[in-house]
């Protein structure tokens, strides 16, 4: 267990802005102690050089396969395309080449602080890959190149590029990892002031070793130990009278402040200017939508406020609703034989309509009929009015049970996707007379609302769906939310085949 030092006098404490009994001895041993870190390990921007000349050795490597591939393999024969040679295609690979480069970078992945991020880096790489694919093939027909480019190369160019990219980076990133590299890379990071945010974060930080931040405790900013402080598990390491002292010690990086008195901030603030130190302050009004906090100026005053996340993109928005039409299509022509089937199996076990219409919330709010084969008995909540499904409920038909397992009963809600009611991927849609409890007993619930509800979602393929913990699930959807993207909603879709916990 860490040393808790002891609460300091009056007689001791002093002002943040003021070394007082602070040698300077200790700042010379941080100020050396830094000198030698840069001298034994590689500066991080170096490696962020690295990695940019790693992902061109592989894109220009994947042109080359993919011609390979294309004019000298088995493929050379698909389609009207006579025999081309390297030095013909040079000018389309040294394009395709420089704007795949491009649209990794735009995607930010070359930073120091993200270069031990590996899967983070992966889904960019995909994202990248993909935009790039598409837009490379539309450039490059619009501006009717000589010799006229091949749509089987440009899709071989993109599959080798990922493959490629992936390999060398994971390579790449075990490399980064060893203990005297990633000593450069990770950040020294001390907390200031505790509070719920800081317990999250910290949580979140230790539990992702991918992250390049060690580490070291908090600092009691309130001048004694109270009911907020963190369990023991998280070091103390001081008082914020004694930050000199800290952050020479423990050759501090960063502070975050979590929990600060007003009065205190600017002298911090400056505190960490003077000695180079990175200073991050957490915001506690806002407590979801966290990664959609931007900075702007109105009227010439800094507002920070919630106005950018994934899907407030138009162009997002276009691409989701695409996968949804195709996707939506798709599904209701290959489950036409599904429906008719269970449908004739509903009807002949308890008699009644096949399919059932249930009034739910949908985006912003607004209600609209969801779509089911019916599961449950005839007038089912007749006698106990609206109430989520529970394991072995006996109002359950027999072929309902099953279909509610493997999830069959929502198959018809692909026709809510292709009427633009729900999508494939979201939250779940809750009825109006439940949410009318929950949006005053749960936190942040009806912030869920602010994409369409989909057929499934995070949450479901995590397995909290039904009479589960309904928080938890709020922070699922939310989660998803701030972190949407495409790759990501078709990660969802397959796990939704394997995934059926709770599904009942």
């Known amino acids: 267990m860490p040393k808790v030092s002891p609460t300091p006098s009056n007689n001791d404490r002093m002002l943040i802005g003021t070394p007082g009994a602070v040698t300077g001895n200790l700042l010379e041993k941080l100020e050396e102690r830094r000198a030698w870190r840069l001298q034994e390990t590689a500066s991080p921007h170096l490696w962020v050089l690295v990695s940019i000349l790693g992902d061109l050795i592989m894109a220009v490597a994947a042109g080359h396969a993919a011609y390979w591939l294309r004019f000298h393999s088995a493929l050379r024969d698909f389609g009207n395309w006579d025999d081309m040679t390297l030095r013909q295609y040079t000018g389309h690979m040294t394009l395709g080449t420089a704007t795949l480069l491009l649209a990794i970078g735009w995607q930010g992945i070359y930073h120091r602080n993200v270069l031990l991020r590996n899967r983070w880096i992966a889904s960019r790489l995909g994202k990248a890959v993909l935009i790039w694919t598409l837009g490379f093939l539309a450039i490059t027909l619009?501006?009717?190149?000589?010799?006229?480019?091949?749509?089987?190369?440009?899709?071989?160019?993109?599959?080798?590029?990922?493959?490629?990219?992936?390999?060398?980076?994971?390579?790449f990133n075990r490399f980064l990892h060893s203990p005297k590299?990633?000593?450069?890379?990770?950040q020294r990071t001390l907390f200031?002031?505790?509070?719920?945010?800081?317990?999250?974060?910290?949580?979140?930080?230790?539990?992702?070793?991918?992250?390049?931040?060690?580490?070291?405790?908090?600092?009691?900013?309130?001048g004694w130990r109270d009911a907020s402080a963190p369990s023991s598990d998280i070091p103390f390491v001081g008082y914020l009278e004694d930050i000199h002292r800290v952050i020479a010690r423990h050759e501090v990086d960063m502070i975050i402040v979590a929990d600060l008195a007003r009065q205190h901030l600017v002298e911090l603030a400056n505190l960490c200017e003077r000695e180079m130190?990175?200073?991050?302050?957490?915001?506690?009004v806002f407590r979801i939508f966290v990664s959609g906090l931007s900075l702007e100026t109105i009227a010439g005053t800094p507002v920070l406020g919630v106005n950018r996340l994934p899907l407030d993109s138009t162009l997002n928005v276009l691409a989701k609703r695409a996968l949804?039409?195709?996707?939506?299509?798709?599904?209701?022509?290959?489950?036409?034989?599904?429906?008719a089937f269970f449908g004739f199996m509903?009807?002949?076990e308890s008699g009644g309509p096949i399919f059932y219409r249930q009034r739910r919330w949908g985006m912003n709010g607004v209600a609209f009929d969801i779509i089911k084969i019916r599961s449950m008995k005839l007038n089912a909540e007749a006698n106990t009015g609206a109430q989520w499904c529970v394991q072995d409920d006996p109002r359950r038909l027999k072929v309902g049970a099953f279909m509610r397992?493997?999830?069959?009963?929502?198959?018809?809600?692909?026709?809510n996707v292709l009427k633009g009611q729900m999508s494939l991927v979201g939250p779940r849609p809750e009825r109006p007379e439940l949410i009318a409890d929950f949006k005053h007993e749960i936190p942040h619930y009806n912030a869920r609302h602010h994409a369409k509800p989909g057929m499934t979602g995070w949450a479901q393929v995590k397995g909290l769906r039904g009479d589960t913990d309904l928080a938890e699930r709020i922070k699922c959807d939310l989660w998803y939310l701030e972190n949407w993207s495409l790759l990501l909603d078709i990660q969802i879709m397959f796990l939704t085949f394997f995934k059926r916990d709770n599904a009942y």
């Open 192 to 222: 200031v002031g505790w509070n719920e945010d800081a317990q999250r974060l910290w949580q979140t930080l230790s539990q992702d070793k991918a992250h390049a931040f060690e580490l070291i405790g908090w600092v009691d900013a309130s």
């Open 405 to 415: 397992k493997w999830n069959i009963d929502e198959v018809p809600q692909f026709w």
């Open 181 to 186: 590299r990633i000593r450069s890379l990770q």
């Open 277 to 284: 130190i990175q200073f991050k302050l957490a915001p506690s």
């Open 324 to 339: 949804d039409i195709v996707g939506a299509s798709v599904g209701l022509l290959l489950s036409a034989p599904i429906i």
């Open 142 to 171: 619009a501006l009717k190149m000589q010799p006229s480019i091949s749509r089987v190369y440009v899709a071989l160019n993109g599959a080798c590029a990922l493959l490629l990219l992936l390999g060398w980076r994971m390579a």
């Open 346 to 348: 509903v009807w002949w």
